[in-house]
């Protein structure tokens, strides 16, 4: 068996899925996102102007996500100095048919292309990932690998995707999340700190290591 992360083997052995010999973890490499020329129309878009500071989240009204807590954060200061842009599928009608309340400011980016996330990522303030459960967590990644500071809970494999280049918050508490962010508002060294952590952990993983790694679960598996 092979899966993406440390975490997602000890879930299946939690479920009686293999023993530790039988499940070989292969990390993701980053999505296309990455090494796409940013397109940069999509912030005029959106109606974001140059030096707007905002946060990018995943849209999605899914319990695990977590997004209401970011809702919460920001109802708090923040939402009075940072936008939240919100991309993918689920729009605001879809939040409040979920009895979510949304703030006003909420930006829904809608689908995006590589181009236009690449963009989004590379000039957010931060990523945030609140969700309660990740079996890996790619835009993680994607946002280390172009620079993005990474907000995230201590749930899943978050952790040990981003190790210590991020910044870990109780994902119960939407004030810590909205202090974190005016920290990152006002604090230029932080932010280019945690900009050159996130790149340096990103730098491990790619898919050539990936290539790499499965290779050596066949090879120890079924070593001719």
Same mark, same amino acid.
């Not at 508490?173 to 050159?196: I, K, V």
């Given at each position: ?34 090494? @796409? ?42 939402? =009075? ?9 689920? #729009?605001?009608? =879809?939040?409040?048919?979920? #009895?979510?309340?949304?703030? =006003? ?5 809608? @689908? ?30 994607? @946002? ?43 604090? %230029? ?10 790149? =340096?952990? %990103? ?7 990936? #290539?790499? @790694? ?11």
């Amino acid at each position: 068996l092979l899966t993406v992360s440390e975490h997602s083997k000890r879930d299946l052995m939690c479920y009686g899925i293999g023993e530790t010999a039988e499940i070989g973890v292969v990390p993701n490499g980053p999505g296309p996102s990455v090494s @796409a020329v940013p397109e940069m129309n999509i912030l005029a878009r959106l109606g974001l102007p140059e030096h707007t500071s905002y946060c990018l989240a995943q849209a999605s009204t899914e319990p695990h996500k977590n997004t209401a807590l970011l809702f919460r954060a920001f109802g708090h200061e923040c939402g =009075d100095q940072i936008k939240l842009v919100l991309f993918g599928k689920a #729009g605001r009608t =879809d939040f409040l048919r979920a #009895g979510i309340a949304v703030p =006003d400011s909420v930006v829904f980016a809608g @689908a995006v292309t590589d181009e236009e996330l690449a963009a989004l990522y590379r000039n957010a303030l931060a990523v945030c990932i609140p969700s309660i459960a990740e079996g890996f967590g790619l835009p993680a990644l994607e @946002a280390m690998t172009l620079g993005s500071p990474v907000l995230h809970g201590p749930c899943g494999a978050l952790p040990e995707v981003v190790g210590c280049s991020g910044i870990e918050l109780d994902i119960e508490q939407p004030g810590e999340w909205s202090e974190a962010l005016l920290r990152l508002l006002e604090n %230029a060294d932080l932010r280019s700190g945690l900009s050159q952590a996130g790149r =340096d952990r %990103a730098a491990r993983y790619s898919w050539e290591a990936a #290539g790499k @790694a499965l290779l050596g679960h066949l090879d120890r598996w079924f070593d001719p």
